[in-house]
């Protein structure tokens, strides 16, 4: 891991950048050339590190860098750089689990907590793409094949339990990310947190209901219990639309940093949570050449082929590759197949149920809390946003409070039309 007093480390910059990165032999040989015609720039658009672009003539890089505090928030918030050292052991693991989903990794630097990265072109930010109005149509069946990759080969169905155990003890160390997580998803939106903010005074009064709401306040922290309490498989940790590349034929997911052993559900409903808030948001981006209904209804039979891709492969493998820890449990069922698959069923009915529960809480803390989102941030009329926000807030308390109600994604593309049909309180 990197220690916090490590001298070895200091700040890249556009200046510097180039001096330093051309010692790296790794660097050298993908970039080629003459290191005088190299070219950087700084293109970090996240709320936490440093992201370099760096070109020679013919090939690129990407070269990112944690910083000792959250970028977006000044030196006053400190945050561990260990968070590269965790960032970089995930993409490794995702890489292997989920071949070629991932931005290659040409570099680890260590003492600089720099990871040296292929850069993905000409792919785009899947949220910038949402906020547009494109369509991709790998989508659902790439990140469906991602999670279940990813989410099962870390989880016990897969993994032997001691090889799993020492590596939740590997990732423990990232707690100050998850700790991140814990006050801004699951604790600060429903207090008078310093950091929160919301469209005022349009949503003042919503915001003062959810304040007062006891059954909200329950449902989140049960959320918050399974969040700390279970340690299914390895997730990615924030799994929101800015945290997938995307091209109409190729799907790339960056930016594990947040990577601890958690429920499944968080990244399943990180990304179905943050598809929700791009619907949500579309109202607002209707212009007189495209009035998003289309879009509208792209988004959420994505949401459902998402699920389905994901199910689909989830029990793909675990027909074909169970050999964890878990493995026993085909003995135990070895005379009764009926049984087995529908202890799998109620496992994946789980799942679904614990997704559609994170989906509700982070879609909540992108309104009310500190972080906010480009799908709704990019409405300048504060009317339309508010309206937009306001169908986000019913959407997800309906989310959190009656999860276990729901048995599909299907049910819940119900509930988000039924939602959005109505003028919100
Ligand atoms: P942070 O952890 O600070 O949120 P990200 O890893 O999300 O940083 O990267 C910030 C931005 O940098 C991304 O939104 C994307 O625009 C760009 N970026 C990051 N990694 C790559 C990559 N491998 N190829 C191209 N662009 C990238
Ligand atoms: C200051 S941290 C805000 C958010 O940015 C990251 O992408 C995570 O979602 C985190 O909660
Ligand atoms: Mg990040």
Known sequence: MIPENNNQYRTLSVGTGIDYLSEIEDVHTKLGGNTETWKISEIGDGNL??????????????AKQALPYIRARGEKWQLPLSRAYFEHEALLRHEKRAPGM??????FDHD???IIMEYLEPHIVLRKGLVRGEIFSRAADDLGHFLANTLFKSSNFSMEASEKRADIALFSGNSALCEVTEARVFTEPYYEAELNRWTSPQLDHSVSLIRQDSKLKTSINEMKTIFMNSSQALLHGDLHSGSVMITDTDTRIIDPEFAFYGPMGFDIGALIGNYLLAYMAQNGHISKENDRAMYSEWILATIQSTWRAFDHRFRKLWETERTGGLFPENVIHRQDQEE???ALNRFLETVLQDAIGFAGAKMMRRIIGAAHVEDLETISDPNLRAKCEKHVIALARKLLLHRNDYSSMADVVAITQDVRKRDPE
Do not use: D, G, R, W
């Open 340 to 342: 087995s698959i529908k």
């Open 112 to 114: 600089m907590a720099l």
């Open 49 to 62: 590190n440093l992201v370099f672009h760096i070109q020679s003539e013919h090939h690129s890089v990407i």
């Open 102 to 107: 991932t931005p290659a990794v040409i570099h």
